[in-house]
């Protein structure tokens, strides 16, 4: 089992910006890859980025390519979400996920494990 617990998440102006956290539990962590999701009030849940196991290869949506971030520290068992230059769009529950095979997936059907997710609002 893996437990995910995301943090960093809250109010913020646009054009500002907020680091994501979701740290994981489990030995294995270092041998999975992770993605963020996000979901906004009336709207499926949404692929934002995700990292390969060794952080070698990383995608992101194209809505956020260039804004955000995404990496991750195996000895922290932790992966991060930089998020820069936000805007009211990007207004949506952030979902960490882990899934448990080394190269990265986009669909969230790709992942076996969820966090509780964390709320980001950016007012305009």
């Known amino acids: 089992q893996v437990q995910l617990v995301e943090s960093g998440g809250g109010l913020v102006q646009a054009g500002d910006s907020l680091r994501l956290s979701c740290a994981a539990s489990?030995?294995?962590?270092?041998?999975?890859?992770m993605g963020w999701f996000r979901q906004a009030p009336g709207k499926e849940r949404e692929f934002v980025a995700a990292?390969?196991?060794?952080?070698?290869?990383?995608y992101y949506a194209d809505s956020v390519k260039g804004r955000f971030t995404i990496s991750r520290d195996n000895a922290k068992n932790t992966v991060y979400l930089q998020m820069n230059s936000l805007k009211p769009e990007d207004t949506a529950v952030y979902y960490c996920?882990?899934?448990?095979?080394?190269?990265?997936?986009?669909?969230?059907?790709?992942?076996?494990?969820w966090g509780q997710g964390t709320q980001v609002t950016v007012s305009s």
């Open positions: 996920a882990a899934r448990t095979y080394y190269e990265i997936g986009v669909r969230p059907t790709n992942f076996d494990y």
């Open positions: 489990g030995r294995a962590f270092s041998t999975y890859a």
């Open positions: 990292i390969s196991w060794t952080a070698g290869n990383t």
